[in-house]
């Protein structure tokens, strides 16, 4: 049995994508038990409708949801100890639940899962991790927008905790890991890249595979099974792809529809076109994981559908059952107590300090 | 009459592809005049083949070629002053040219471009620029890959550097202008992006509007006229959409090739194939533009074809044609001049010297 904590308000239409999304998920993996936080006079009447996924949920009435616009500072003033948000964290802090799920806003569910779940040992910042799909199947990549830069330290950390997604996803042994690069060299400013880099070549971690720089295009042509790189280029890449499908997508239906010709064509081709669509479909891959937190947060698009919200609960599912967490503590120690990370934790705690010395001049 | 120097020897394929690019670029415009850099006996044997092209080209023969894996600061130690490259991007410094174009490397040919032309007065840093097909139309996008990281006044200057690159390349009297951010709100280390914004928003410049911060996806939307970046971000972006696009292509290759059923639809929809695959054709965009310098100076990429290589002269001619350095050059003193302006000119130094003083001590 898996329980999963769900906050029924996130998202841009609430309870009625959320639970639906849950019955579908619900079909796909029958031992999930669910755990629902939100208001009980909007998500009752949804809930109703749905009878076996009633038979597997317990519903926790909360007053206050967190708005989509709502700034992570009001958010934790205003929903802390209290918010839908807040309570479906919380379940998975005190054990009632393996994963929480929400649709909310990002920054807010962060801030959130942050406070109430603290980062993991030897984790500095969390990330957040999304899976791409490529050429090759699908590659996970993060920080997708967690944090804004990241020095070396926290690189090689994302490059360990994807490794173990990876692992927890995909069932690879040993995942191989690109750092994302541009292909330019001697350029100046990536020096944390660089540093990175040269940490994981050293690394004695049989838990990955360090591959090498990768750039923005070997994301889509699944290179490597992880993509690591800091939150703004991250998040860039990935909306960056997200913008250039919806044009492809746009320019397909318009030469589709322009000639009688091309519209006998479509009908032809329509099995074709539907398989295409579904190799595409953004839903199949919603669902980003914070990385580095103790506890599985999962944080579904706030403007998908139902099908959608269940690929988010299935991540949520998987990174529960296959012990994500537990995955990436034992590869987190390992490498940290190893010679090369025991002496860049060094490096890194005496840079700290001098920076610390600095500012205090 | 538009003089363009060529850079022979650039590109994956050197003259066999840079000599026939040149001839579609002329006839085109056929008041372009060549002067051409590059091994004699390589060059002159392909340019024979095109009597016009020959006719309004001068060719100078060059010992040296940089090669496409070499180091910028190798290909200026073995090819300055001599090099087919340095000698081309010279040709626009003497006034030879109006702009040049090479295939070559990118480091090397930024590495040479601000060694020989300078960066212009008020510009600390060039940047690249790229044209994005959009739903709408076509964008600016800069720095896809000159720079990594840029502090605010750098963005300010992108941004007023992209608004005359608009202006002369879509005839737009007033171009809009959006900061690529992340949409979380409240998220650190956007410092330099919300201080861009701030001055953007109070500059007093006739030339340009600013729209608001843009995020990855609206490149592909064409919400701006031109999205302004910093150079690690911009150049994932830009690959990452490139990978996307390949990927689409595939999978749109593989579908209509499965079935029989498919395979007649593609018939039928040959023609509104043919015209997405054009609408998505990275030739018809191909050739990146170095703005900040004393000189017009364009990048085509090393793999494309005849047709991409004379797509980056068109952009050349363009720039030239429209005079996109007295333009920026205007812009940027009318902005530098201004209180706004002047006001962060001054900010920018005194923190400057309190860097230089901190790192002093």
Redesign the interface.
């Known amino acids: 049995m898996i329980r999963i904590s769900i906050d029924a308000m996130g998202g841009d239409f609430g309870p009625e994508i959320v639970i639906p999304g849950m019955a579908t998920a619900l079909e796909r993996h029958p031992d999930i038990r669910f755990v629902i936080f939100g208001r009980e006079e909007e998500v009752k009447p949804v809930l109703a409708r749905h009878q076996a996924l009633s038979n597997a949920s317990t519903l926790h009435h909360c007053d206050v949801a967190v708005r989509m616009d709502e700034?992570?500072?009001q958010a934790l003033r205003n929903g802390r100890w209290k918010s839908s948000m807040w309570r479906a964290i919380e379940a998975v802090k005190t054990g009632e639940a393996d994963a929480c799920v929400s649709a909310g806003n990002?920054?807010a569910l962060?801030a959130m899962s942050k406070f109430c779940l603290r980062t993991m040992a030897n984790v500095e910042r969390p990330a957040i991790a999304g899976v791409w799909?490529?050429?090759r199947g699908e590659s996970i990549v993060l920080d997708i927008?967690a944090?804004?830069?990241a020095d070396a330290q926290q690189l090689v950390d994302y490059a360990v905790m994807g490794a173990a997604m990876a692992r927890s996803l995909f069932e690879i042994e040993r995942p191989t890991i690109g750092l994302?690069n541009?292909?330019?060299?001697?350029?100046?400013?990536?020096d944390d890249v660089k540093d990175a880099a040269r940490i994981l070549r050293e690394i004695p971690l049989p838990s990955l595979e360090y591959y090498g720089f990768v750039?923005?295009?070997?994301?889509?042509?699944g290179t490597v099974d992880v993509v690591v790189?800091e939150?703004?280029?991250g998040?860039?890449?990935?909306?960056?792809?997200?913008?250039?499908?919806?044009?492809?997508t746009?320019?397909?239906r318009?030469?589709?529809n322009?000639?009688l010709?091309?519209r006998?064509?479509?009908?032809?081709?329509?099995?074709?076109?539907d398989?295409?669509r579904e190799?595409?479909d953004p839903r199949k891959t919603n669902g980003g994981v914070f990385l580095g937190l103790n506890g599985v947060v999962i944080k579904s698009h706030g403007g998908t559908d139902a099908l959608g919200f269940a690929s988010a609960i299935d991540v949520g599912y998987d990174m529960a059952h296959n012990k994500l967490l537990d995955k990436i503590a034992a590869d987190l120690t390992h490498f940290h107590k190893s010679p090369v990370g025991a002496a860049f934790q060094d490096e890194t705690e005496s840079a700290a300090e001098v920076e610390i010395e600095?500012q205090e001049?």
Chains 1, 2 share one sequence.
């Not at 890449?237 to 499908?245: M, Y």
């Open positions: 700034k992570p500072s990002t920054g962060m799909p490529t050429l927008g944090t804004i830069g994302l541009v292909g330019v060299e001697e350029i100046k400013g990536q750039e923005g295009n070997d994301i889509g042509k790189t939150g703004f280029a998040n860039i890449a990935l909306k960056a792809a997200e913008g250039t499908a919806k044009q492809y746009q320019y397909l318009e030469a589709m322009r000639t010709m091309s006998i064509g479509y009908l032809f081709a329509k099995g074709a076109f398989r295409m190799k595409m600095q001049k």
